[in-house]
């Protein structure tokens, strides 16, 4: 009985550490694929969308020609409704860099100053700056 007991015990498990990996890769495989795109919204965002649309509703040349400028406004509202956050976003992480600074040596400053330049550049390529 024990040993059927702890055949039980490791089944459960590796189904487990499967389901983690796999899940895992998933996420990867979505946050290079998928999220990016969505998270941006940079000057290919409306040829992102607008093939989304199409795929979605098949829409005639026409209606891709009419849809496209709409598509554009849009987007760039969305950008500039999102700038007033993304300034109070940076301020914030600026003022939390600067305490963090205050604590390190000045070798751990350099390195940190490299971490944080790495960050800015992502959450920049991120907005679409």
Same mark, same amino acid.
């Given at each position: 009985m024990a040993m059927n007991k702890k055949k039980l015990v490791i089944g459960g498990l590796s189904l487990f550490i499967t389901g983690v990996i +796999? @899940? /895992?890769l =998933?996420? @990867?495989? !979505? /946050?290079k694929t998928g999220f990016g795109r969505l998270a941006r919204l $940079?000057? $290919?965002? %409306?040829? !992102? !969308?607008? $093939?989304?649309l199409d795929r979605a509703l098949s829409l005639s040349q026409e209606q891709r020609t009419r849809i %496209?400028? +709409?598509m554009d406004e849009l987007l760039g509202k969305?950008? &500039?409704?999102? *700038?007033p956050c993304s300034d109070k976003e940076d301020a914030v992480v600026q003022? =939390?860099? &600067? *305490?963090?600074s205050r604590e390190l040596t000045p070798d751990q400053v350099e390195k940190y100053k490299v971490i944080m330049a790495r960050i800015a550049e992502h959450r920049r390529k991120i907005r679409g700056q």
């Open positions: +796999v @899940g /895992a =998933g996420m @990867g495989l !979505f /946050a $940079d000057k $290919d965002s %409306t040829a !992102f !969308f607008m $093939d989304r %496209t400028p +709409v969305i950008r &500039e409704a999102r *700038r003022a =939390g860099v &600067e *305490r963090i």
